[in-house]
């Protein structure tokens, strides 16, 4: 089926996402950095807490999470691994949404972030009213978000997704002829839509990461290195998706670093990916894809300036005061959580078979 294509001039009313700097970090010293990782170890010991990074944080706080039974892993991952693990106190490194989805599965905890600031360009560029106003344009349609949305914008769905999970998801639903709301992030949704076919509308959203990757600089990087793979996540502009050899969430992109025989790769997504990618693979090289040419503004360059407001310093300044808490209140939870645990069962029922 055709899908219909909204457009940025259709909702007057979004606010231009207002991208924030890189944070820079004061150095520490090899002594500083130890102390303060035992700091934080034993904190998250006298609090029975657990940390939770993404793959796009800084490579030591990924790090810190394995070496203290925490989990690093992608948004999905996350969310159900924040649901199943008994500890007291959740601190999620990542951004807003992260640390709001495990709260909203686990509204009795304690979810704590590094800085709550952390928003993500996606959240940021679909404000919870003007999408429930759209969405009441087209009762007759099946509404799907990102999980990089706010509680509110989950709670008016019917269906959350990720990266990894969406394509079976829609074709789910488009096989059983339901019209889809989709958002925010447009790219996705219109990969997804050309590979499943579905009646899809499209919110105009995108990341400010994924945006950056340039198709005409990616093929002179190809043509400088014809042995490498090119990897790719679908939140990329369609002309860079379709210089892919491999599509896909940041864990099957790490999986094909993994398995594939190729030496060489060429990565399109937040090269915080490459920490995971090179314990795996170690004698690999790693290319990040190019974010120049015409059109870029290097708003990322291949780094989510939200993802790099985590750091060791300020985790640890979270456990010893106790702030930045995220609250999501019961009712908000008990909606927004509908959704979410419908993906979740659908990826259980998925990976049972």
Known sequence: MAS?????????HIPTVQVPPHPVWPPLSDTERENLKDRIKQMLKE??????????????????????????????????FGSEHDADTLVVAGVRFMGETAKILNNEKRVVMPDPAATCSL????????????????????????ANTSAEVKARSDWVVTSGIALPIINHLA???????????KHLGRYVQKLTGAEMIFWPGSCVVHEEFRSVALERLRRLHPQAA???????????????????????????????????????????????MRQLAPG???????????????????????????????????????????????????????PIKRMLDFAKAMNDK
């Open 123 to 146: 959240d940021e560029g679909c404000p919870p009213d003007i999408f429930s106003s759209f969405c009441d344009q087209y009762p007759d349609h099946t509404v799907v978000v990102y």
């Open 230 to 276: 090119v990897l790719v996540h679908p939140e990329s502009r369609e002309e860079v998706i379709d210089q892919a050899d491999v599509v896909g969430s940041t864990t099957a992109l790490i999986e094909a670093v993994a398995t594939m025989p190729n030496k060489e790769f060429i990565v399109a997504t937040d090269a915080g990916i490459f920490n995971r």
């Open 175 to 185: 096989e059983k002829g339901e019209k889809i709301i989709w958002a925010p992030d």
């Open 4 to 12: 219909k294509t909204t457009d940025q001039t259709l909702f007057p």
């Open 284 to 338: 690999k090289k790693l290319l990040e894809a190019p974010t120049v040419g015409e059109g870029a503004t290097c708003h990322s360059c291949a780094n989510c300036p939200w993802m790099e407001m985590n750091s060791l310093q300020n985790l640890a300044e979270v456990l010893e005061k106790g702030t930045n808490e995220i609250k999501v209140s019961p009712e908000l939870a008990a909606k927004a959580q509908i």
């Open 47 to 80: 609090q029975n807490g657990v940390l939770v990074a993404h793959y796009y944080t800084d490579a030591l706080l990924q790090d810190l999470a394995d070496e203290t039974g925490g989990c690093v892993a992608d948004s999905l991952e996350m969310a159900r």
